[in-house]
């Protein structure tokens, strides 16, 4: 659907001249690549919008810097979130549509219940919105991804999803000597929570998801633990260059020697990975 900054509808690259000089002509407005990066990284950026509209998604701990705030979600905001407007959307099992999966293959959805209260399918909100706005409606994904164009054939078959342009992700540029090596001898990687949805963990709203999908624990091999003089569910400090961080202990045999693994609280944030650092039980 165009939702990456590298992509446009499609997955053909944004760097795609024709294919842009095609949707100038097809949406008649200027189309122009946004810098790449994450919602998260936009919220951190200290960049002022007029407004600000988030679909399915939340501000990771604060409210971003924005004049006008729109939150549209099947979830109530936080009390912090000082959202200037509220609309309510229905989930995935409570709306008709479509769905592309992992080989290519668009699948359709079929509502189990109707949403509840005012709550609408984000499309029709959408819709609704250009309708004010005077815009009339048209069939623009099926003219403009391969696959949709004639969805209702029996004989369609899977195939391979485009993606033309290399996504970019966040790398943690440092020299390394075999000095600060010695000082941090470990290597940590971070990981956002990964079991989210409409931008929430589920955690926060499905019982026992919280034991199921660990977060805010430092995984480290049981030889590197023993060394350190570390047991299960020990606070340990986590010490690198640019931050000093404290979590408990996650003592297993999956991770590496000499690597270290946290899958962060929402809203936490150390930066790009990797990071070299250096660990110690707390209070000793």
């Known amino acids: 659907m165009g939702t990456y900054p590298e992509l446009l509808p499609g997955g053909l690259s944004s760097s795609n001249k024709k294919r ?9 407005v200027d189309v122009a690549r946004v810098p790449s990066g994450s919602s998260r990284e936009m919220f951190s950026s200290g960049r002022k919008l007029k407004v600000l509209y988030l679909v399915g998604d939340v501000s990771p701990n ?3 810097p924005c004049d006008f705030l729109i939150s549209q979600n099947i979830y109530p905001p936080d009390p912090w979130y000082e959202a200037d407007l509220v609309l309510p959307s229905a989930a995935f099992t409570e709306v008709d549509g479509t769905f592309i999966n992992g080989e290519g293959r668009i699948q359709r959805v079929r509502k189990a219940v109707n949403p509840p209260g005012e709550a609408l399918p984000d499309w029709e909100i959408l819709c609704r919105i250009a309708q004010k706005m005077g815009k009339k409606g048209f069939k623009e994904i099926s003219s403009m991804v391969k696959g949709f164009e004639n969805f209702d054939n029996p004989a369609r078959k899977p195939m391979s999803l485009t993606c033309e342009a ?3 992700f966040p790398q943690a540029k440092s020299k390394r000597t075999k000095k600060e ?14 079991h989210t949805y409409r931008g929430f963990p589920l955690s926060a709203w ?18 590197d633990a023993k060394k350190a003089k570390i047991a299960e569910g020990d606070q340990v400090m986590v010490t690198s260059v640019s931050f000093e961080k404290t ?3 996650r003592i297993t045999s999956e991770q590496p020697q000499g ?4 899958t962060l609280s929402r809203g936490e944030s150390v930066g790009p990975n990797p990071h070299r650092v250096k660990i110690r039980k707390k209070n000793v």
């Not at 690597?259 to 946290?262: D, I």
């Open 206 to 223: 499905v019982d026992g998801a919280a034991k199921l999908f660990v977060e805010g624990m430092v995984e480290i091999n049981p030889e």
């Open 62 to 64: 604060s409210r971003p």
């Open 181 to 194: 090596d010695r000082k941090f001898p470990f290597l940590l990687n971070t990981s956002v929570v990964e």
């Open 166 to 168: 290399e996504l970019v």
């Open 247 to 249: 979590w408990p202990a």
């Open 20 to 28: 842009i000089e095609d949707l100038k002509k097809k949406w008649r």
């Open 259 to 262: 690597t270290l693994h946290v």
